[in-house]
T-cell receptor, first 113, second 116 residues
């Protein structure tokens, strides 16, 4: 079975541009969460979606947005990129919202120059 | 607000020696606790978790962690480490019962380096 897949694996963008990151959850999983991991720190929660609805939002500016599609895949969008947005973006999928287990993808390494 | 504190940013140890990675947490509600491992340039892999029941939980590769409610700790231990255990380890929590929809709060991470 395929695990959580994220694309692209690496990305370089210029300040001010926008970026879209994609995530496909494990088959049957209906919940997708996004995390930002800055170098040397633990992951920080950005969003959670369940059944195509936003169920949680972390302390991130409105430049960050996300959505979940009918097939439960998800996109994370970041507008007006800043140098500080450079990070590893991780997607996690769960069967439901119970919080008992989350499976992470390999991440997308975003570099803003 | 909830928080997780990993007391050591780096832990060097020799192969076959025991190791303990320390984790303390703060929460006003009941929590589930997790340890994740991250190898270089990879995502997070679940190592073990405490949901309820026995306070001592074990992984398939010899790690164990004990939930201590009175000390609000969830320290990770292994009696004999291998070179392949070299990685970064993250302690995390979420509200028990799904009240936070599975949002995970992570610690800052502990880099475990096993020397031959």
């Amino acid at each position: 079975d395929a695990g959580v897949t994220q694309s692209p694996t690496h990305l370089i963008k210029t300040r001010g541009q926008h970026v879209t990151l994609r995530c496909s959850p494990i088959s049957g999983h209906k919940s997708v969460s996004w995390y930002q991991q800055v170098l040397g720190q633990g992951p920080q929660f950005i969003f959670q979606y369940y059944e195509k609805e936003e169920r949680g939002r972390g302390n991130f500016p409105d430049r960050f947005s996300a959505r979940q599609f009918p097939n439960y895949s998800s996109e994370l969008n970041v507008n007006a990129l800043l140098l500080g947005d450079s990070a590893l973006y991780l997607c996690a999928s769960s069967l439901n919202t119970g919080g008992t287990e989350a499976f992470f993808g390999q991440g997308t390494r975003l570099t803003v120059v | 607000a909830q928080s997780v504190t990993q007391l050591d940013s780096q832990v060097p140890v020799f192969e076959e020696a025991p190791v303990e990675l320390r984790c303390n947490y703060s929460s006003s509600v009941s929590v589930y606790l997790f340890w994740y491992v991250q190898y270089p340039n990879q995502g997070l892999q679940l190592l073990l978790k405490y949901l309820s029941g026995s306070t001592l939980v074990k992984s398939i590769n010899g790690f164990e962690a004990e939930f201590n409610k009175s000390q609000t700790s969830f320290h990770l231990r292994k009696p004999s480490v291998h070179i392949s255990d070299t990685a970064e380890y993250f302690c995390a929590l979420t509200n028990a019962g799904g009240t936070s929809y599975g949002k995970l709060t992570f610690g800052q991470g502990t880099i475990l380096t096993v020397h031959p």
